[in-house]
């Protein structure tokens, strides 16, 4: 960093398995793939080209080379595996895979149904050639999902490969984990993690309050996913502690317990002057 700052909670180095943050990157181009990796790549562990972006993206083959010139690793979305998957297109998708030289794969159900024994089948077979990555929970906020079911559809999942299982949320942050509203589902996730590594797990959380739910209840280090590139510096702000959502959750506890006394005697004295 810049300069020294004491209290700053430790981030791992690249390349990490804990404290991800994957960018979604929606159509970025190329000049704007470019002020994203001078701003942000050194905060980026990996780019997911979202949904099926990457069948209509311009120069393609361009900006995956860009993206791990700079030390991140970029995947397609799982909704295009499934594209692939629904036409019984399979070996056609690693090939896909194969041409572009990705060494990490997304396996997800998100948009239809795919028998689980079947899923993890899919998912053992391609993590012998590759890092995979794969999503529990429905793009459909009609169709839920038990805590036992997400449970155990998760340890499954990474019995038979995955590197990490992604927790749904969708780009819009409304579904799987979260209410329509935005908020997390809290009895749904502490039953997660009361069975889940939380390292094994990818976060999607791309609202600014959903971030802050996640690092108040796991730390820096937690995965978090569907990031738009203008909020990857600004959510390392929240790991550190340098926003006013997280400032207080890493300093030490007489620190903060002073410093919000300052603020309850300053609020005190301004309520006096107002009356």
Known sequence: MNFKLSFIPKRSEKPRNKGVTMMMDKGLGLRETEHFIEASAHLTDIVKFGFGTAFVT????????????A??????????????????????????????DLDLAEISD??????????????HELSQSRTVLS???????GILISPAKWVRLMKAELEAGSWKVIAEGREAGNVGVFRPNGTA???????IIANVKP??????????????????????EVNLGNIAPNDVIPLECLRLGLRGDTFFDFLPKSYADRLKQVNDDADDDLADEQE
């Open 58 to 69: 311009r120069q393609l083959e361009e900006k995956i080379k860009m993206y791990r010139e």
């Open 71 to 100: 030390g991140i690793r970029p995947y397609f979305g799982g909704t295009l595996f499934e594209a692939f998957y629904a036409r019984g297109m399979f070996k056609e998708y690693i090939q896909m895979l194969d041409k572009y």
């Open 110 to 123: 998100g948009s239809i149904i795919i028998p689980h024994d079947e899923k993890c089948k899919l998912i």
């Open 135 to 141: 999503e529990v929970g429905s793009k459909d906020s």
């Open 185 to 191: 589902h809290t009895m749904l996730i502490n039953r």
């Open 199 to 220: 390292e094994d797990i990818l976060w999607e959380a791309p609202q600014k309050n959903q971030q802050v739910w996640f690092i108040k209840l796991f730390g820096a």
